[in-house]
T-cell receptor
């Protein structure tokens, strides 16, 4: 069955630095990959979607890469701020809305 | 536009009981998905409904069931509750369904505790 791993359970970085989160997967060939942000006690919030034929997507301070050969996605937050502190989830899917989620990386941006 | 609304937000049940959770999607969204979130397993897909039809189903026992009404509202039911069913149940709606994909809009979840 498919397996999705996010680089670490927790990541601490200094304000202003670039946070890089990793999502690796096996036994699956997704057509697209999404990243979500989840704050404590809240539902996940969509951030970015990238398709298998796209290498990179950007949105403001966010950048996502998708390497189907390495079976890996990298999620970057540049000029990080304390408000970026949250858990970030990657989700893989094909057609329809059935997604496989990673367990998430808890990011803490230290002022 | 109102977001995805889930009720109840919190509930406590005992083993063997059953529970029904409700989800009202964003107006105009026809796809509703349900996920179970636990600390150990993360978010796991339960099922997806589109236009009142179950389109996809995750790897959960038959005790977990759902349905969607003509107004796109959805309910999920868990019968014969077990301790391991304690989790945050998240509903997500999407304007797209079928072979189209799009972002999921999640509700705040229903936190179920089974004693």
């Amino acid at each position: 069955s498919q397996k999705i791993e996010q680089n670490s359970e927790a990541l601490n970085i200094q304000e202003g630095k670039t946070a890089t989160l990793t999502c690796n997967y096996t036994n699956y060939s997704p057509a697209y990959l999404q990243w979500y942000r989840q704050d404590p006690g809240r539902g996940p919030v969509f951030l970015l979607l990238i398709r298998e034929n796209e290498k990179e997507k950007r949105k403001e301070r966010l950048k996502v890469t998708f390497d189907t050969t390495l079976k890996q996605s990298l999620f970057h937050i540049t000029a990080s701020q304390p408000a970026d502190s949250a858990t970030y989830l990657c989700a893989l899917g094909n057609t329809g809305n059935q997604f496989y989620f990673g367990t998430g990386t808890s990011l803490t941006v230290i002022p | 536009k109102a977001g995805v609304t889930q009720t109840p937000r919190y509930l406590i049940k005992t083993r063997g009981q059953q529970v029904t959770l409700s989800c009202s999607p964003i107006s105009g969204h026809r796809s509703v998905s349900w996920y179970q979130q636990t600390p150990g397993q993360g978010l796991q897909f339960l099922f997806e409904y589109f236009s009142e039809t179950q389109r996809n189903k995750g790897n959960f026992p038959g005790r977990f069931s759902g349905r969607q009404f003509s107004n796109s509202r959805s309910e999920m039911n868990v019968s014969t509750l077990e301790l391991g069913d304690s989790a945050l149940y998240l509903c997500a709606s999407s304007p797209k369904g079928g072979t189209n994909t799009g972002e999921l809009f999640f509700g705040e979840g229903s936190r179920l505790t089974v004693l």
